[in-house]
Antibody, heavy 122, light 107 residues
Framework: QVQVVQSGAEVKKPGASVKVSCKASGYTFTGYYVHWVRQAPGQGLEWMGWINPNTGGTNYALKFLARVTMTWDTSISTAYMELSRLRSDDTAVYYC???????????????WGQGTLVTVSS | DIQMTQSPSSLSASVGDRVTITCRASQSISTYLNWYQQKPGKAPKLLIYGASNLQSGVPSRFSGSGSGTDFTLTISSLQPEDFATYYCQQSYSTLWTFGQGTKVEIK
């Protein structure tokens, strides 16, 4: 049974960085891309990027290219998303999601973490 | 980036109604279109992948169609548990994008 568990809520000051973790179990961690999606309060879903835990390859949405870093640790089946230079409009729930074995194709992601609320406030 | 535009942004419907949500891509994406359902405070749930393939465990009242730039999600007979927000998402580009969402509310 696939499980994806994220780290707990964070409160950060503007200008700081946050690192959210995403631990997967129940499947071969290196077999699926890990995507990160965020959702600001009352807003829609915003795709941030993916990491391929098999190769370490990453692909980031242009909006986040300068501020986001996605990494992984295969030994503990955990992916990480770090967002730097936080602003108040980065306040959102951050989700990791997995289940797609390729970067493009007729595939979606069917295993989601519970979400991590990141609040940016002075 | 490929832009995804959903319509309507919201709709009101009654239990038993047939509901159709439309998603349009800014360029052709073949059938690389997925649909998700999200309820308040919960993570999204994959309903349809590859434009028309029902994800395992999803009720058959949900169906998807389309190719190229125009896609639809249909709920054949709306049930109380279907009141939620629905998102389309393209997986044609290595840079995925979501539509803005369609909120289905109770009439």
């Amino acid at each position: 049974q696939v499980q994806v568990v994220q780290s707990g809520a964070e409160v950060k000051k503007p200008g700081a960085s946050v690192k959210v973790s995403c631990k997967a179990s129940g499947y071969t961690f290196t077999g699926y891309y890990v995507h990160w999606v965020r959702q600001a309060p009352g807003q829609g879903l915003e795709w941030m990027g993916w990491i391929n835990p098999n190769t370490g390859g990453t692909n980031y949405a242009l909006k986040f290219l300068a501020r986001v870093t996605m990494t992984w640790d295969t030994s503990i089946s955990t992916a990480y998303m770090e967002l730097s230079r936080l602003r108040s409009d980065d306040t959102a729930v951050y989700y990791c999601a997995t289940g797609a074995a390729v970067a493009v194709g007729p595939i979606g992601v069917d295993n989601w973490g519970q979400g991590t609320l990141v609040t940016v406030s002075s | 980036d490929i832009q995804m535009t959903q319509s309507p942004s919201s709709l009101s419907a009654s239990v038993g109604d047939r509901v159709t949500i439309t998603c349009r891509a800014s360029q052709s994406i073949s059938t690389y279109l997925n649909w998700y359902q999200q309820k308040p405070g919960k993570a999204p749930k994959l309903l349809i992948y590859g434009a028309s393939n029902l994800q395992s465990g999803v009720p058959s009242r949900f169906s998807g169609s389309g190719s190229g730039t125009d896609f639809t999600l249909t709920i054949s007979s709306l049930q109380p548990e279907d009141f939620a927000t629905y998102y389309c998402q393209q997986s044609y580009s290595t840079l995925w994008t979501f539509g803005q969402g369609t909120k289905v509310e109770i009439k």
